[in-house]
Structures are given as C-alpha cells and as structure tokens.
C-alpha cells in the first residue's frame, strides 16, 4: 500500500515536461503524453505490451484521471496538512534527493582511455576465454520427432521456425537461441556435438538427460585472450563501479565525521 501511495504522489508532483502533450484536465490539473509515458515505464514487464496500444494507454489515461480526482478531494478535505501525508512526503523527499544527488555525483565520474588501458595490461589473464560456440536447438521428446523436424529443415524451412512449432524447451519462443557458451556450461552430450559442428550445420538427433536435441551453429569464437576492443565494454564498467564505490566511501566518511551517528 505504501508502495502504490508514494508513486502516486511521486506522479502529482511532477512537473510538466517540455514539449509534453496535454492529453486530458481535470479541474486546473493537467496529464501529459508524457505523465502516460512514465505511468506505463512504471508498470511490471508482463503489462506493458499490452498498456502500449492505444486502448491501454487510454486506460493509463484515466487512471491518471482518477488519482487527479481524488487528490481534488483530499485537498478539498484539508490533507495537504494531514500528518501522515506530511510524514510519507518527507520520505518520498528524502529518496529523491538521495537518488538525484548520487546521480549528479556519479555523472561525474569518468573512465580515461589511459586508465582502461592500463587495468587492461595489468590484468590481461581475466580477459582469457576458451572455446565458445554460438547455437540454436531445438528439443524433442522422441527421437522420431528429431527426425521428422531435421526433414523438414532440410527441405527449406527455417531452423528458428521449427523450433518455435515445435521445440520443447524454453528457448522456443526465441527460435531456439541459445547464445554463446563455453564448452562447460553445458552437458557433455550435448557440447560434444555443438563443438564439433561447423558453422551453419546442422546436428543429426543428440540424445541427453533431456530428451533429443537438434543443434545447429551460428558462429564460433577460438580459444584466446580478449583484444582490448572486446574488453572494453566489461572494463569500463568495472572501473566505473570501482570509482563510484571510493566514492561513495569517500561521502559517507566525510559526511559522518560532520554529522556524528549514534545506533542503539
């Protein structure tokens, strides 16, 4: 409950965004293209495609409507001095100002080209990869089903289209993608097989714990160290965290020797 109430209160102090559209008033108030847009970031992942359309942003629309609504009320009834209203704006303040000072201060932080490519020299042994192949599948519970499936992809239908029809495993819905992986992170039949395909081939039924697979493999990337290029990316944001953690450490101990703290 306290979750919902501080997102609503979160929304109605919101100002206006530039450019913002007004798509509905409510007394003096108004919501913006740009209100449904954050209402919609806002809702979990499962409800978002569907609150996209048209229909559902208009259900946004008069959500937002209804809160306008009642906070009309609540202000009409005084509740803008209401104790406990005062107590939750004070710590939705406090929350955002936290989160908008850590912003502002670790949008000060940089990573130089000199500093990556030191911590890239100094630790070029991270950087080691082994083996890795990049695969689909597609999972059956009979051999004859393998079979019949490896027919028709040989015949012209796509790999990923079969494997969505068919595959029973939970990399179906993506046409069987399973990425890169190394040779460890999967089970022996299985890597065994994946490893010794060349690229664009196709396996013939691998059978493991899980029933039987088809394999076919995408690309493939030699045992090796990672060029600098490669590892850019990891690098910096390892550097990044490091920084932003000194200085959070380096906040903290100073604010606290200005404001001493006492647990009890």
């Known amino acids: 409950m306290k979750k919902i109430v501080l997102i609503i209160l979160i929304s109605l ?4 965004a530039a450019n913002a ?3 509905a008033k ?3 108030l108004e919501i913006t293209d740009k209100d449904v847009d954050t209402r919609l970031k806002q809702l979990p992942p ?3 495609a569907s609150y996209a359309s048209e229909a559902g942003r208009k259900m946004l629309v008069e959500q937002l409507v209804q809160e306008k609504l009642i906070y009309l009320q609540a202000r009409s009834e005084n509740y803008d001095t209401n104790a406990l209203v005062l107590k939750q704006l004070e710590t939705a303040k406090q ?4 989160g908008q000072y850590l912003a502002d201060v670790f949008k000060k932080i940089d990573v130089t080209e000199d500093e990556l490519k030191t911590y890239y020299d100094k630790n070029k042994a991270m950087f080691v ?12 519970k009979t051999q004859e089903d393998a079979v019949a499936a490896k027919a028709r992809i040989l015949k012209g239908e796509s790999f990923e289209d079969v494997a969505k029809e068919l595959s029973i495993g939970p990399s179906a ?3 069987g993608d399973l990425g890169w992986f190394e040779k460890k992170q999967m089970v022996p039949e299985f890597a065994n097989s994946a490893f010794s395909l060349g690229i664009d081939e196709i396996s013939d039924p691998v059978k493991t714990q899980f029933g039987y697979h088809l394999i076919k493999v995408d690309d493939k990337k030699a045992a090796g160290t990672k060029s600098f290029a490669d590892a ?6 390892t550097l990044t965290g490091n920084k932003q953690k000194e200085s959070m450490e380096e906040l903290i101990r100073k604010v606290r020797e200005e404001n001493p703290v006492t647990t009890f």
Do not use: C, S, W
């Open 129 to 140: 990869q082994k083996e890795q192949v990049k695969a689909k599948h597609i999972l059956f």
């Open 26 to 28: 409510v007394g003096t």
């Open 173 to 175: 819905t993506k046409g």
């Open 95 to 98: 929350r955002l100002m936290v």
């Open 46 to 48: 499962q409800y978002k």
């Open 21 to 23: 559209k007004i798509v």
């Open 232 to 237: 850019r990316a990891e690098m910096e944001r």
């Open 13 to 16: 102090m919101m100002l206006p």
